[in-house]
């Protein structure tokens, strides 16, 4: 409960743990824990999340209305608490925070099979449970939170990719990570340009026009993001949910499951199986969640945080990260082909 990672540290101490703001939280506290970036609040009402978030008013009254809606077929989901004016956040001191009421359990295992499949399963159902989330967002004039379109996305990070590799070679001066990305890059860029050019073959488009199997996305599918009490799995943290094509959160779940496990093709099967048991997935599914794990998506992530400058990382961090990454892709070169063949009617 109490673990926090250094580069956590920064981040917790800019919260105000005053009086004054409990006060204007209305909350009794009793203790207060620390706990990655945000503080788990134990109340005389019963355990509370504090969180500080750097989103605005639409994205919260977004997720609020996105939970109450899935909620309601779906209850295992994290809800926000109404505070000051019936609002789902409070502003103090130009920052804005929200609080949740804490759903106790564990962190689902992603070595553990039985888990896998759990976890597979609640997202299924969640999945299920926002079918037409769309037309109660919009009844309620809310403003939609969408899913990236891939026609464009995929096109972007390549130019960003052809940038940066121009940016870095014009360099008088390379260090480590710069190597390893000139000797990289080129590859990447052109697995990058075949990603894009089987999105605009294939039935994505046709896919995106399904209501059916548009839904709310959560989009950060790690395992500390279900928690399992009493064989119970609930989802939390939607910081990063959208409205859109559930498979980008089904292939999400995919990667997110098996590339610590050297991308075990068993562990792929079981996770898709165990989803498509709650909530079927179609043949044009399949066929996309082959185009979104052939996107080397781990790779791009190190690239654009190292020369974007988006995560305070030492050096040494970065350069151990990218070269595990690396290494690790081998791995999801084999899974494609292990795909192919375990889903070669779908996807072929």
Known sequence: MGRVKYEDKKFLCKYDLSKNFFDKLGLDILDITPLRKLYILNTTSGKKILKKVDYDEDRI??????LNYVSENFPYIMKMNKLQESKSYIKWKNEIY??????????????????????SEALARMHKASQMIEENLEAKNI????????????????????????????????????KLFLENCDRYIEEISKVNEMIWVSGYRELLMNKE????????LANHNFVINENKVNLIDFDYSTVGLRTLDI??????????SVFDIKKGELALKSYSNIFKITDEEYKLIYILMSFP???YSIIKSYYHKSKEWEE???IHRFITKLENDVFRIKFLDDYKRFYEEKIL
């Not at 009254?61 to 996105?66: A, H, K, L, M, T």
């Not at 106790?104 to 499949?117: C, D, M």
């Not at 199997?213 to 950060?220: A, R």
């Not at 292939?251 to 610590?260: C, P, R, S, T, V």
């Open 297 to 299: 998506r781990d790779i």
């Open 213 to 220: 199997l548009n839904c709310l996305c959560h989009n950060d």
């Open 98 to 119: 929200i609080v949740m009421d804490l759903i106790e359990g564990r962190e689902a295992s992603i070595s553990n099979p039985l888990e896998v499949e759990m976890c």
């Open 143 to 178: 403003t939609i939170k969408r899913s990236n379109n891939l026609f464009n996305y995929y096109k972007e990070i390549k130019e960003d990719l052809t940038k940066i590799k121009q940016w870095v070679s014009g360099y008088t001066y390379k260090n480590e990570f710069d």
């Open 316 to 318: 040494e961090v970065f």
């Open 61 to 66: 009254r977004f997720i609020d209305e996105s």
């Open 251 to 260: 292939a999400d779940f995919l990667l997110k499951w098996i590339k610590n």
